[in-house]
C-alpha cells in the first residue's frame, strides 16, 4: 500500500481475465470507468499478453503519457493478485 489517492492514479491497466473483477476491483479502489483500460470484450483473455495488449492500447489511443501514475494490476487462480505503482517515464 502506497496511500496514494485513487485522484492520483492515471489509469489502471488490469489483467484481462473477467470484466465482473475488474470493475469490482475498480470500485473497491475508488476508481472511476474513464481511469481503467478494459478491452476484454474486445480481445478476450489473451493471458500473459493482457497487461502488454492494454498498455499499447492506451498509448496508442493517447491514454497514457509520460508522467502519469499507472497502476498494473493482475489475478491468477489461487487466490494470487499482484499489483505495480509506476510513474510512466516514455
Known amino acids: 500500500?502506497?496511500?496514494t489517492p485513487a485522484s492520483d492514479v492515471k489509469l489502471?491497466?488490469?489483467h484481462q481475465a473477467n470484466?465482473?473483477?475488474i470493475k469490482a476491483t475498480a470500485d473497491r479502489l475508488g476508481l472511476s470507468p474513464e481511469q481503467v483500460v478494459i478491452n476484454i470484450e474486445k480481445y478476450g483473455n489473451t493471458t500473459a499478453a493482457t497487461i502488454p495488449l492494454?498498455?499499447?492500447?492506451a498509448i496508442n489511443d493517447g491514454r497514457l503519457k509520460k508522467g502519469d501514475l499507472v497502476l498494473f494490476s493482475a489475478v491468477g487462480a489461487g487466490f494470487t493478485i499482484g499489483a505495480n505503482l509506476w510513474?510512466?517515464?516514455i
Open 87 to 89: 510513474r510512466w517515464a
Open 54 to 57: 492494454a498498455t499499447m492500447e
Open 1 to 3: 500500500q502506497t496511500g
Open 19 to 21: 470484466l465482473r473483477i
Open 12 to 14: 489502471m491497466i488490469p
